[in-house]
């Protein structure tokens, strides 16, 4: 792993000492993610309340220029300006490099239609049967690691050859048991395990925006 993505795991650690404990399976974690956009793959997410807040945080710092402007590459920009002289210059000024990434609590319609016809805890299980594919990774984040639809959805991405990273709190759970790689940050008060879960996502959209965007 190059030295300026470990950088950022040093900074992370400085700043927060008590996520020492956390740093191998960070860097495990972010493996993971890595192979699988350089294979053309994609990230889900789910979570529930304060961690479907983290699930839309994360998808937002991906899809779009966290700290790096993220500029559209020459060839695409000129096909952009090609199909549309005046549009094109404003898309090719503007947009901004993605790593796909969908948010699985984003979708009401969906996800209401779902739990009203099926089973209302399958909601996430059945968007990752529809969105995922073999070599995506889905991301759970749960503060007990027991959530039941984030469970469901754990069991149906290995079923469709996907990866999955658990993010929860420092107490066993079986979402540890289930995952590929599970970041248990060092507390067991919820909303403590939630304060913490915000500098290792963000170390981790740090690390994959300098290996995707930044200088060579």
């Known amino acids: 792993m190059k030295d300026k993505i470990l950088e950022h795991i040093e900074v992370l650690v400085t700043r927060y000492p008590v996520l020492e404990t956390s740093k191998a399976e960070i860097i495990a974690a972010y493996q993971i993610i890595e192979k699988s956009y350089k294979n053309g793959g994609k990230l889900l997410v789910a979570g529930n309340g304060g ?14 220029g966290f700290k790096l402007p ?8 000129d096909k952009l300006i090609r199909e549309n002289a005046e549009l094109g210059a404003v898309l090719a000024e503007n947009l901004q490099g993605a790593l796909p990434a ?7 319609a969906l996800s209401t239609a779902y739990m009203n016809d099926c089973e209302p805890l399958l909601c996430f299980a059945q968007q990752v049967n529809g969105y995922g594919k073999t070599g995506d990774v889905f991301l759970g984040i749960s503060t007990s690691g027991n959530s039941k639809n984030v469970l469901y959805a754990a069991t149906t991405a290995h079923a469709k050859g996907m990866k999955v990273i658990g993010l929860t709190g420092a107490k066993s759970s079986k979402l540890e048991q289930m ?3 599970c970041i248990k940050v060092p507390q067991t008060e919820t909303y403590m395990i939630q304060e913490l879960h915000l500098p290792v996502y963000h170390c981790l ?10 200088e060579n």
């Not at 961690?51 to 779009?64: N, P, Q, R, W, Y």
Request: glycine residues 8%; proline residues 5%; aromatic residues 8%.
């Open 205 to 214: 959209c740090l690390m994959l925006e300098d290996e995707f965007f930044g």
């Open 70 to 77: 993220r500029k559209p590459r020459s060839d695409f920009a």
């Open 102 to 108: 969908i948010a699985l609590d984003g979708h009401p």
């Open 51 to 64: 961690s479907a807040a983290d699930a839309e945080h994360i998808v937002g710092e991906l899809m779009k």
């Open 179 to 181: 995952s590929d790689v």
